[in-house]
């Protein structure tokens, strides 16, 4: 069965470091507190970055690989000759802004195509009976860009120069998440909300209240969420009110 459409988005992403040499007038601003676009002001910290995708972003094993190895080849290169273009692909709510975020506060835009594509090709996948882990860039990277480029051009934006001119470094996709992922962002929400202290404590009865109150598709099958983790923080508030009224 076919998954229903749903609105999707891509987030595009640029890095471009390459060595600077600072002359006084440089030297002079970055004494009195000004920034300066040199090491001292960029971070590059992609250990921390790989860890936090490892603790904190569920169900995406592909993207993970694919972020950290891109920017970690780009970081290393003392002459870049061109900036890293990522483009981040899939339905709503898998992680795409959390993983933007985490570049960003790690290291130093937004549009959405791909997701239908995406959930097509992993449903597939499951209803053939492969493991979700057997899946890989090469797998989904060709759709992606063709799925792109179409989208673009019946819209006329300037993401289509991007593809066109092979400026994009890799199209990344981002996998629909399965009922397991999901309850592991809901304990992670639980535990950001501090109603619980750790994710041990957080009772699986709970979790499985609150991934009642979440929609899955396809309808019959009930596979993927249809919103990934983006309404987990709301229908906790929802759940734990319930729950405290019947205390």
């Not at 990522?86 to 985490?102: I, M, Y």
């Not at 400026?167 to 996709?173: D, G, N, R």
């Not at 397991?180 to 619980?196: A, F, N, T």
Request: glycine residues 6%; hydrophobic residues 40%; aromatic residues 10%.
């Amino acid at each position: 069965m076919e998954p229903k459409a749903y609105i999707s988005w891509s987030t595009f992403l640029f890095l471009y470091f390459r060595p600077v040499h600072l002359d006084g007038t440089s030297f002079i601003k970055s004494m009195f507190g000004y920034e300066v676009c040199n090491d001292d002001w960029i971070a590059t910290n992609a250990t921390d970055l790989k860890l936090n995708l490892k603790i904190k972003l569920h169900g995406q094993h592909i993207a993970q690989e694919t972020v950290v190895n891109l920017i970690q080849g780009h970081l290393k290169d003392t002459d870049p000759t061109k900036a890293l273009v990522l483009s981040f692909h899939g339905p709503p709510g898998v992680g795409k802004t959390f993983v933007s975020r985490l570049i960003a506060k790690s290291l130093y835009k937004i549009n959405n195509t791909g997701g239908i594509d995406i959930t097509t090709l992993v449903t597939r996948h499951w209803e053939s009976g492969q493991r979700r882990e057997t899946l890989q860039l090469s797998n989904l990277e060709n759709q992606l860009m063709k799925g792109a480029l179409n989208i673009e051009n019946s819209r006329g934006l300037w993401h289509s120069d991007l593809i066109i001119n092979h400026l994009i470094s890799a199209f990344v996709p981002f996998l629909p998440l399965a009922k397991e992922h999901v309850r592991s962002c809901i304990r992670d929400g639980l535990v950001s909300k501090q109603y619980y202290t750790n994710l041990r404590s957080v009772p699986e009865s709970v979790v499985d209240r609150i991934i009642k109150e979440l929609t899955f598709i396809p309808e019959e099958e009930q596979i993927f969420s249809s919103n990934g983790c983006k309404r987990v923080v709301n229908k906790i508030f929802l759940v734990v009110e319930y729950i405290r009224e019947e205390l």
